[in-house]
């Protein structure tokens, strides 16, 4: 459903929350490895995610990435719109470009819900939620370690 770029975003954003909470400034070779997200996309991914405000940087020889608290608090709905704008829960299933409640696709109706339930679950679930699961080892980010 999210776009590869999204998916990369996400995971990335989980563990660097996770490691902010620990008092972690979190570089991006490190995000690479830890996620499973491949080094190209990293760079463009991390920026796009400062400059909406998901993630905060610093500079320099001790820099890297972190989330500050307010960051924290933000839902998975805010990383997927930064990333891939909001027309996954407006668009049509199919790609028309013209499917409406008056003129649907044979998905629409069934579509639509699936939409609405997503939407709701992006919106309920704070970055810092999924970083809580990721530190009790919950959850995992990247297949084939036992622990990063």
């Known amino acids: 459903m999210f ?13 660097i929350a996770a490691e902010s909470s620990q008092g972690r400034i979190t570089g991006k070779t490190e995000i690479c490895m830890a996620v499973d997200v491949p080094i ?12 909406n405000k998901i993630v905060s940087s610093k500079k320099g020889l001790n820099g890297g990435f972190y989330l500050d608290e307010v960051q924290w608090n933000k839902k998975l709905l805010d990383i997927v719109i930064a990333i891939d704008g909001d027309s996954l829960f407006e668009a049509c299933g199919l790609g028309l470009q013209r499917c409406s409640e008056e003129q649907p696709c044979p998905l629409h109706f069934k579509f639509k819900s699936i939409r609405a339930n997503l939407k709701k679950v992006m919106e309920g679930t704070t970055i810092i939620a999924m970083a809580k699961e990721l530190k009790k ?12």
């Open 3 to 15: 776009s590869k770029t999204c998916e990369y975003a996400i995971r990335a954003v989980i563990y």
């Open 40 to 51: 190209d996309y990293t760079a463009k991914i991390l920026q796009t995610l400062t400059r």
């Open 137 to 148: 080892d919950a959850v995992f980010l990247r297949l084939g370690l036992d622990k990063l």
